[in-house]
């Protein structure tokens, strides 16, 4: 059976997808991937419902599946927008013949066994395991599903459902499968890394664990919650070689007066305290982070200690997000809503900030000698190679050309980094 699929928004949803797929048996027992559609059995649309453009993005790519969809093939839609929509998605979209809601992914072979053709040869793996729809040299884990937070204008806990995690013991067992696949780079994933809990293992024990039981040389976590993150998590991260020294923490904001409205459970000295520890734990590290601007309430003056924060810390990455106004949020309901034209200006400014904050940190770059996962030949020249260093994530961040030296997909080869951008580095093998 061909199968397409695409998974929009985070990579809790390419899990999930790799996980679909995994149910409906091994390449070995006929399943097969492919990137066009028209020659397809079965077409999959995970799609992300956390703010109206992420919905909009997914009905859009709905649509476009649907104009070549034929009478042979079946059509799922899985994921958040399926469970916050449910039976309206229905109505509104006739020609998708399975919806699947987010918690289950595995169960979709059960779904579609009715409506495949004989010729289709559907199996159902004994052992289902996940396809890998990234690049074999790296891959996502999820530590844990759901969300027990409760911000303001988040629907994580109303898609996904509360936060439960899995024992360690699972997931340095699907690692170390990973790692005999080729893998060279997990990323852990969750909604809240830091909420990790089970058996009275915290996240530094699951750390400790992975670093000490696997052979993986790259570790990346993402997403960590800043007033859950402790001195013992940065010394676990800052003494294992193999975790990488980037540090995802979205702190939404900097003004008290915003964070205690989004009932993020922190204030703005939590946030210089935390970056001090880094500063002084981890150095060397990069951080990213997350901002939100024009949240209900935001005044002048919240905004420019967001500002003086950005500017005082200065991040290696930084993502700014307009507040989208979700009915089913609490934050629908805070009185004070900030226009459009002026949420955007806020984000422009913020933007700038980081262009220019982020090009005089890459530029400090050249000299060194930094270790670069190759991830193949580079889109807009055969010449150049293209890879990422220890403090870009795949997807999100920067990445480096390189310019000089050969090596396969998938190898870690130590590059001289000769030039910078404001996002991107250049440089050679050595």
């Given at each position: 059976?061909?199968?397409?699929?695409?998974?929009?928004?985070?990579?809790?949803?390419?899990?999930d997808?790799?996980?679909a797929?995994?149910?409906?048996?091994?390449?070995d027992?006929?399943?097969?991937?492919?990137?066009?559609?028209?020659?397809?059995?079965?077409?999959?649309?995970?799609?992300?419902?956390?703010i109206?453009?992420?919905?909009?993005?997914?009905?859009?790519?709905?649509?476009e599946?649907?104009?070549?969809k034929?009478?042979?093939?079946?059509?799922?839609?899985?994921?958040?927008m399926?469970?916050?929509?449910?039976?309206?998605?229905?109505?509104?979209?006739?020609?998708?013949d399975?919806?699947?809601?987010?918690?289950?992914?595995?169960?979709?072979?059960?779904?579609?066994?009715?409506?495949?053709?004989?010729?289709?040869?559907?199996?159902?793996?004994?052992?289902?395991?996940?396809?890998?729809?990234?690049?074999?040299?790296?891959?996502?884990?999820?530590?844990?599903?759901?969300?027990?937070?409760?911000?303001?204008?988040?629907?994580?806990?109303?898609?996904?459902?509360n936060?439960?995690?899995?024992?360690?013991?699972?997931i340095v067992?699907?690692?170390?499968?990973?790692a005999?696949?080729?893998?060279?780079?997990?990323?852990?994933?969750?909604?809240?890394?830091?909420?990790?809990?089970?058996?009275?293992?915290?996240l530094?024990?699951?750390?400790?664990?992975?670093?000490?039981?696997?052979?993986?040389?790259?570790?990346?976590?993402?997403y960590?919650?800043?007033?859950?993150?402790?001195?013992?998590?940065?010394e676990?991260?800052a003494s294992?070689t193999?975790?990488?020294?980037?540090?995802?923490?979205p702190?939404?904001h900097?003004?008290?007066n915003?964070?205690?409205?989004?009932?993020?459970g922190?204030?703005?000295?939590?946030?210089?305290?935390?970056?001090?520890?880094?500063?002084?734990l981890?150095?060397?590290?990069?951080?990213?982070?997350?901002?939100?601007?024009?949240?209900?309430?935001?005044?002048?003056?919240?905004?420019?200690?967001?500002?003086?924060?950005v500017?005082?810390?200065?991040?290696?990455?930084?993502?700014?997000?307009?507040y989208?106004?979700?009915?089913?949020?609490?934050?629908?309901?805070?009185?004070?809503?900030?226009?459009?034209?002026?949420?955007?200006?806020r984000?422009?400014?913020?933007?700038?900030?980081?262009?220019?904050?982020?090009?005089?940190?890459?530029?400090?770059?050249?000299?060194?000698?930094?270790?670069?996962?190759?991830?193949g030949?580079?889109?807009?020249t055969?010449?150049?190679?293209?890879?990422?260093?220890?403090?870009?994530?795949?997807?999100?961040?920067?990445?480096?050309?390189?310019?000089?030296?050969?090596?396969?997909?998938?190898?870690?080869?130590?590059?001289?980094?000769?030039?910078?951008?404001?996002?991107?580095?250049?440089?050679?093998i050595?």
């Open positions: 059976m061909k199968v397409f699929a695409i998974s929009l928004g985070c990579p809790k949803n390419t899990i997808t790799e996980v797929l995994g149910s409906l048996g091994s390449t027992s006929g399943l097969k991937l492919t990137n066009n559609p028209q020659e397809a059995d079965l077409l999959i649309v995970n799609t992300c419902g956390f109206e453009e992420a919905v909009s993005e997914s009905i859009d790519t709905i649509l599946v649907v104009k070549g034929t009478d042979r093939q079946v059509l799922v839609v899985m994921g958040c399926v469970q916050r929509y449910g039976d309206d998605l229905k109505k509104e979209l006739p020609e998708v399975i919806f699947l809601g987010t918690g289950s992914p595995q169960s979709l072979v059960t779904l579609i066994k009715d409506h495949a053709a004989p010729h289709q040869h559907l199996v159902q793996s004994p052992d289902p395991a996940r396809v890998l729809t990234t690049p074999p040299w790296r891959a996502y884990v999820k530590i844990s599903e759901g969300c027990s937070n409760r911000c303001t204008y988040c629907l994580i806990p109303m898609l996904r459902g936060e439960t995690s899995r024992s360690v013991t699972e067992s699907e690692v170390s499968s990973l005999t696949k080729g893998v060279k780079e997990i990323t852990l994933v969750a909604q809240d890394l830091t909420a990790y809990r089970n058996g009275g293992k915290t530094p024990d699951l750390l400790e664990a992975l670093a000490g039981e696997t052979d993986l040389p790259w570790f990346r976590l993402l960590l919650h800043p007033g859950k993150v402790n001195i013992r998590l940065l676990t991260i294992n193999a975790i990488c020294p980037y540090l995802d923490i702190i939404q900097a003004s008290t915003i964070l205690r409205s989004m009932r993020r922190y204030d703005s000295k939590v946030l210089e305290d935390l970056m001090s520890h880094i500063s002084k981890l150095p060397h590290a990069a951080v990213r982070t997350t901002v939100m601007v024009g949240f209900p309430g935001e005044t002048e003056d919240d905004f420019q200690k967001l500002r003086e924060f500017e005082k810390w200065e991040f290696e990455h930084l993502g700014c997000f307009v989208s106004d979700e009915k089913e949020c609490m934050a629908n309901k805070l009185p004070g809503k900030v226009s459009s034209e002026t949420a955007m200006a984000k422009d400014e913020i933007m700038n900030i980081q262009a220019r904050i982020s090009r005089d940190k890459i530029s400090d770059m050249v000299g060194r000698v930094e270790q670069v996962l190759v991830e030949v580079s889109s807009e055969e010449l150049l190679l293209v890879g990422r260093t220890r403090h870009q994530a795949p997807e999100i961040d920067g990445i480096v050309y390189i310019n000089e030296g050969t090596a396969d997909c998938g190898d870690i080869v130590p590059v001289k980094i000769t030039d910078s951008h404001i996002y991107d580095l250049v440089g050679k050595i």
